[in-house]
């Protein structure tokens, strides 16, 4: 038993006055004359005993009267816990868009956030309420209750390895108070939490674990283009099943809020489906692909934008030939060319990709100069001539630290390795060939170089064209000169798919739409003044990443876990660049829940509670308070009645 005013229990020395009175009251007797007391002896005895009994009674009962009356106002109660205890429950609530998916009573988090509404009925605890994307310390009732109401989805899903620190961090903090842990969730199963130990747990948590009332969603999974031409774009649209059924989806494709076509998703027993739609490629295209079912609603639409290729400029210095200006056409680059001693060094500023074309000697101004635009990110071709002078291009590779030429040798030698793997020839050749025709060379430059990559090899196994990355560039090499009296390799098919990826991979490819992630990396193409920048805009937001400036080309690096999926334009100024479309990532889409009985068999701090209810019932019943003062005021009214009873009818 405890007491909310203990200090008043210090009244209860006060019953010693009705003891100290009793003990020192005398009464006196009148003396009475008879003549003869031996038949009054056995009576005066028997009534100085009752009277005795009578006045011991009575001085029990007022005393306990008034003992219980001390007590009352002293408000005697039973509980767990101190009634000055603070208490605060610590909620985390997931609230991933896999809390769609619908219960009995309808979407989980909006079902989550009523049940827990109806049980904090308790006006002396705090809460602390953390979701995936917000954190609310020390709130009360109605400041839970509000938020509750407007929670929101969020795409940042934590994983549970991330929440049980937060709210181990958290029960740290909070150390004068008593704090309850519970981590209300669906428990998705992630890549990132295979390794989830709840061992590592050092404080008490309940887990409530809820579940839909089916484990199926069709979405929209990715897009692509599978065929182009100069007239139609064929896109292909991936819609997955989390089971193989048999079933059809109505889907429709618009362009910004213009409807373009209606098709069906067809599952023939099987968890996949493409679904191909066939557009005029003519002009930009904000294209919105809408899925028509009762499942999770986040994945049922996708974004994606196709806008004309960004002109890249190429510039040749040294010999014009004419093969260059057939690859680089005026449709996808702008290609220009000069002679060394003609050589304007601004015109370098703006471009791409510069190709060294058979010099026999590269000036020191130059070479600094290519060095600061390697470091900008432009890329350089250096094809050798057969009179080059291994000095001065060595001087030249010494500015990028990349290594040497050892010699110049001659004699016919066959290109007979393609290295598949290599990121210039990707998506080049659907199988590796076997019954080519190589090209070959009459002379070589054999080099030391420090870290390269071939991409063609020699039948001595000396790289025909190797690439050297140098900080945010790539410098590609020929190891031999490509006039036709040389070598016969711009006869062979293999230059063309070779000098395009040149000036295509200096640039990232304009990508269909990018996944919502802690970090896209994004390049535009276009020159800034000294003092602007690049900002991201939406309907409802604007911001301006982080971004790396080069003199032909800006390259943003986006943040973007807190964004919505939808359309965003890239400005400078008010001026429109780019547009851009983000999804949310898919992988909450696949409906795959973790099995907790076997996680959490070894971890004494980790309980699975049954339902969220049963959770609430518990904390009420610890900080439950049974008070006392009533009963301790009925005992003291009913001595009372006692010692007026006694008074009355206790005769002496």
């Known amino acids: 038993m405890q007491f909310k005013h203990p200090e008043i229990l210090y009244a209860l020395a006060l019953l010693i006055i009705p003891i100290i009175v009793h003990l020192f009251q005398l009464q006196r007797f009148q003396k009475v004359p008879f003549t003869n007391v031996h038949f009054l002896k056995n009576i005066?005895?028997?009534?100085?005993?009752?009277?005795?009994?009578?006045?011991?009674?009575?001085?029990?009962?007022r005393m306990a009267a008034f003992a219980c009356l001390i007590l009352a106002f002293a408000q005697p109660y039973f509980s767990d816990n101190s009634l000055k205890q603070n208490y605060n429950t610590i909620i985390f609530l997931d609230n991933s868009f896999s809390m769609q998916a619908k219960g009995e009573s309808g979407e989980l988090l909006k079902t989550i956030g009523q049940q827990i509404i109806e049980n904090t009925n308790s006006k002396n605890s705090t809460f602390s309420l953390i979701t995936n994307n917000n954190e609310f310390i020390n709130i009360n009732e109605k400041t839970l209750k509000n938020e509750l109401i407007t929670c929101e989805y969020s795409n940042n899903k934590l994983d549970l390895n991330t929440a049980l620190l937060k709210l181990n961090s958290l029960n740290s903090?909070?150390?004068?108070?008593?704090?309850?842990?519970?981590?209300?969730?669906?428990?998705?199963?992630?890549?990132?939490?295979?390794?989830?130990?709840f061992t590592n747990v050092n404080t008490p948590v309940n887990l409530v674990k809820v579940a839909p009332k089916k484990i199926t969603?069709?979405?929209?999974?990715?897009?692509?283009t599978s065929k182009e031409n100069t007239s139609e774009i064929e896109l292909s649209i991936i819609v997955k099943s989390t089971k193989n059924n048999s079933l059809s989806y109505p889907i429709s494709l618009l362009n910004s809020s213009r409807l373009i076509?209606?098709?069906?998703?067809?599952?023939?027993?099987?968890?996949?489906?493409?679904?191909?739609?066939?557009?005029?490629?003519?002009s930009n295209f904000n294209g919105?692909?809408?899925?028509?079912?009762?499942?999770?609603?986040?994945?049922?639409?996708?974004?994606f934008t196709i806008s004309k290729p960004e002109k890249i400029n190429v510039f040749c210095i040294g010999e014009n030939t004419p093969f260059l200006s057939k690859i680089y056409t005026e449709n996808e680059f702008n290609f220009s060319s000069n002679q060394l001693q003609n050589l304007n060094y601004?015109?370098?500023?703006?471009?791409?990709?510069?190709?060294?074309?058979?010099?026999?000697?590269?000036?020191?101004?130059?070479?600094?100069?290519?060095?600061?635009?390697?470091?900008?990110?432009?890329?350089?071709?250096?094809?050798?001539s057969v009179n080059s002078n291994i000095n001065s291009y060595n001087s030249f590779l010494s500015e990028f630290n990349i290594g040497t030429i050892s010699t110049k040798i001659e004699g016919e030698q066959k290109i007979t390795t393609i290295v598949y793997e290599h990121p210039l020839l990707k998506n080049v050749f659907e199988n590796k060939v076997y019954n080519f025709q190589y090209p070959s060379t009459n002379l070589y430059y054999k080099t030391l170089f420090k870290s390269s990559a071939s991409i063609l090899k020699l039948a001595t196994n000396n790289p025909f064209i190797a690439s050297i990355d140098n900080n945010k560039s790539t410098v590609y090499w020929f190891s031999s000169p490509l006039n036709k009296e040389t070598s016969n390799f711009i006869q062979s098919s293999l230059v063309v798919p070779v000098f395009y990826n040149f000036a295509k991979n200096n640039l990232k490819n304009a990508e269909l739409y990018y996944t919502i992630k802690p970090e896209n990396t994004i390049e535009i193409i276009t020159t800034l003044n000294n003092d602007n920048v690049?900002?991201?805009?939406?309907?409802?937001?604007?911001?301006?990443?982080?971004?790396?400036?080069?003199?032909?080309?800006?390259?943003?690096?986006?943040?973007?876990?807190?964004?919505k999926s939808g359309f965003y334009s890239v400005k400078n100024n008010d001026n429109i660049i780019k547009r851009i479309a983000f999804n949310y990532n898919r992988e909450e889409?696949?409906?795959?829940?973790?099995n907790l009985e076997p996680l959490i068999k070894n971890a004494k701090n980790v309980t699975i509670s049954s339902s969220i209810n049963t959770f609430f019932d518990e904390i009420y019943n610890e900080q439950k308070i049974n008070w006392l003062f009533k009963w301790f005021l009925a005992f003291s009214v009913l001595f009372l009645l006692i010692e007026m009873l006694l008074l009355k009818y206790f005769k002496i």
């Open 589 to 594: 889409s696949n409906l795959n829940y973790l």
């Open 346 to 384: 601004n015109l370098l500023k703006s471009q791409h990709l510069i190709i060294l074309n058979e010099l026999e000697n590269i000036p020191i101004e130059l070479s600094k100069y290519l060095n600061d635009f390697s470091k900008n990110g432009g890329n350089i071709v250096v094809i050798p």
């Open 288 to 303: 919105i692909v809408q899925l028509l079912n009762d499942d999770l609603e986040f994945d049922n639409s996708f974004y």
């Open 173 to 197: 903090k909070l150390t004068n108070s008593l704090n309850k842990v519970i981590i209300i969730s669906d428990f998705q199963s992630f890549k990132s939490e295979e390794k989830l130990d």
């Open 44 to 61: 005066i005895q028997q009534t100085r005993k009752s009277s005795k009994l009578k006045k011991l009674l009575i001085l029990i009962t």
């Open 534 to 563: 690049l900002k991201v805009a939406s309907d409802n937001l604007e911001f301006i990443p982080l971004q790396e400036i080069s003199p032909n080309k800006v390259t943003l690096k986006i943040n973007s876990e807190n964004l």
């Open 261 to 282: 076509g209606k098709s069906t998703v067809k599952f023939n027993n099987t968890n996949t489906a493409t679904v191909v739609f066939t557009i005029p490629n003519s």
């Open 217 to 224: 969603n069709i979405f929209i999974d990715s897009i692509y």
